[in-house]
């Protein structure tokens, strides 16, 4: 597969922006843990794409943390936002999806000075982060994004390395349900985990109530 480039962001500088600001989300999927989004600020004056940058899911997850952090340094700000499992079960995905995104894409667009000329270049086909967003900010959504547009690239890896982090963490306060290595997505070992311990403070409860007779698991 060709690496990503930037064509799409080179077309919107053409068509008068002057920065944008590539985003994509890790986490959606997951029946524990936050949905994450990472905002990455890219202008022509980035210079070329870094070597190895593609989407995260295509890095050996032993490279993922060097290529994050070079991609952090190419592009000209990064930001991320991330709403937890709770509010997840009390909004729903889609508006805790556009609360991060929005908390990751203002604190990016401050960063070098709220522009009215930067525009969001959001991975996939569905906008959940235009009615987040102040006014003065335009999303254009891109199918596959994540694979052929640099900035989202970038952001897709800074994204992955830090929700991956919090999951590797949260494994010593949760102990049992091997977050370290599912990274609170719904292996068969999690699942197990989660009818044998019950539920931990980071389970989206409206996720995994299929789940036969969960035991109560005294964390908090």
């Known amino acids: 597969m060709s690496a990503p480039h930037l064509e799409a962001e080179q077309a919107l500088v053409d068509a008068g922006a002057q920065y944008v600001i590539g985003v994509d989300e890790v986490g959606r999927g997951a029946i524990a843990g936050p949905v994450w989004v990472s905002a990455g600020v890219w202008n022509p004056g980035c210079g070329p794409v870094p070597e190895g940058l ?3 899911k295509l890095i050996p997850e032993k490279r993922r943390g060097d290529i994050a952090q070079r ?73 596959k994004a994540d694979l052929t547009a640099a900035a989202v690239s970038a952001a897709s890896v800074i994204a992955k390395v830090s929700r991956d982090q919090v999951m590797i963490d949260a494994d010593g306060h949760y102990p ?14 999690h699942r197990e985990a989660i009818v044998r311990l019950g539920p931990c403070p980071l389970h989206r409860l409206t996720w995994i109530s299929s789940l036969k007779d969960p035991a109560p698991s005294g964390l908090d």
Do not use: C
Request: hydrophobic fraction near 45%.
């Open 176 to 189: 049992g349900y091997g977050f370290a290595g599912h990274k609170g997505y719904g292996s068969a070992a």
């Open 71 to 143: 991609a952090q340094q190419w592009l000209v700000a990064a930001a991320s936002g991330r709403s937890e499992a709770s509010a997840i079960d009390s909004d729903g995905i889609m508006a805790a999806l556009g609360a991060a995104g929005a908390r990751a894409v203002r604190q990016a667009w401050r960063s070098i000075g709220e522009p009215a000329s930067a525009v969001v270049l959001l991975d996939g086909n569905q906008d959940w982060l235009s009615a987040h967003l102040p006014p003065g900010l335009s999303v254009v959504t891109r199918t």
């Open 54 to 56: 593609r989407d995260s």
